[in-house]
């Protein structure tokens, strides 16, 4: 029977999975998901699943087969069945939905099926390991420190109660050399593979909220993903106009300004960041910038195409530029990166984001490298 019960837990687990990666494109369109996240997992509403079987009806109404027709008639619903969205309020079920609980891990496997995504090969950190401890077992000899009490209580237990000198009433057990257990551990070094992401976002007046929420949606699966990636995973966030400054997660997504956009106050804010905390050598460094391509002028733009080649890119595993469409941005920044770079860089990424539905070709665009 737990043989049993074990397959059907499996079968209906595979199921569950079938359907998310069925609908996954809609859910990364949907900002309903994000805020069902829990610490580790996601709660995904699906339609119920049952599973099929046979119904045996009556034949009072005649069947498929039967009656009055021609060869070819269509066969449809019967004639006097309610359309969906017609007729009054009754007493039957309709139909109800299941909401399952989802790791963040087996969600970035989906994603990473979906999508076809490599896994990185990491540059950071590559010399730097840590040192780890793991206790292995018990040994007869060791350091005091390392003793194990109850272990050695049960040894000299034994032997009391072996030797007939064990006594109930007056129970004293002492231990002696012989019935000492030690700890034995141990020691490797574990290689490690941190990250950081740093987020820029144009905040003047031409972004709006929909085009915040776009980011906000693109940043959750970028998450999401990079943190099967890697065993540490920080995220830094810059908020520009004319001038940038860094802030929290909660102000990245909702502050509104206006004024003009000096894009190069972001990349100048990032690369501060990176000088001070995170050191090329030992960090895997992912930029990603989203703005609606409005730039103040051609002079801060040439600036921006400079540090981006001779001091962003050198130093990063990956910088990508999202453009998000609005009525009121030009679009102009994504065509002088183009025409600056072309091909040429393996480490820029540039994705137009006209939508949501389009936040799924831009994370396989980003992501697709395995950079």
């Known amino acids: 029977m737990p043989n049993n019960m074990e397959s059907d ?3 209906f687990r595979k199921i569950v999975r079938g359907k998310i990666k069925q609908e996954l494109r809609k859910f990364i369109s949907n900002g309903e998901l994000i805020g069902r996240q829990g610490k580790k997992t996601v709660t995904i509403p ?12 009556s034949n009072e109404g005649g069947g498929v087969g039967q009656g009055q027709g021609e060869v070819g008639d269509q066969v449809g619903q019967g004639q006097g069945q309610p359309q969906p969205g017609e007729g009054e309020a009754g007493d ?4 109800h939905s ?12 989906l994603l990473s099926e979906e999508l076809e995504l490599p896994n990185i090969e990491n540059k950071g950190k590559k010399s730097i390991e840590n040192r780890q401890v793991k206790y292995t077992g018990i040994v007869t000899q060791g350091p005091e420190s390392l003793k194990h ?3 050695t209580y049960r040894e000299a237990l034994k032997r009391t109660i072996s030797l007939g000198n064990y006594d109930p009433n007056n129970p004293i057990v002492i231990p002696i050399k012989d019935d000492k257990r030690y700890r034995s551990f141990k020691v490797y070094n574990q290689p490690v593979a941190n990250a950081v992401i740093l987020y820029m976002m144009d905040v003047s007046g031409s972004m709006g909220d929909e085009q915040k929420e776009i980011v906000r949606l693109t940043s959750f699966w970028l998450d999401t993903w990079l943190q099967t990636q890697y065993s540490g995973l920080e995220r830094r966030y810059i908020i520009h106009d004319a001038t ?15 004024g003009g956009t000096l894009i190069s106050s972001a990349y100048r804010l990032a690369l501060k960041l990176i000088e001070d905390h995170y050191d090329p050598s030992e960090w895997n460094i992912y930029l990603f910038h989203f703005s609606d391509g409005d730039n103040w002028s051609g002079n ?9 080649e001779q001091d962003i890119m050198p130093i990063s595993n990956l910088f990508c530029y999202g453009q998000v469409e609005s009525r009121y941005g030009s679009g102009q920044f994504l065509r002088d990166l183009n025409k600056h770079f072309g091909e040429k860089n393996e480490k820029l990424t540039l994705a137009q984001i006209k939508d949501r539905d389009a936040i799924m070709d831009a994370l396989r ?3 697709g490298k395995g950079k």
């Open 365 to 367: 665009t980003f992501l």
């Open 9 to 11: 837990l499996n079968r």
């Open 46 to 57: 699906l339609p119920r699943i049952e599973l099929p079987r046979f119904q045996f009806g």
């Open 92 to 95: 039957t079920e309709g139909q």
């Open 300 to 308: 801060d733009t040439n600036d921006c195409m400079k540090m981006l």
């Open 98 to 109: 299941l909401e399952v609980d989802v790791t963040l891990e087996e969600l970035a496997q």
């Open 149 to 151: 009490f109850k272990r």
């Open 244 to 258: 940038a400054r860094e802030v929290d997660q909660n102000t990245f997504y909702r502050t509104k300004e206006s």
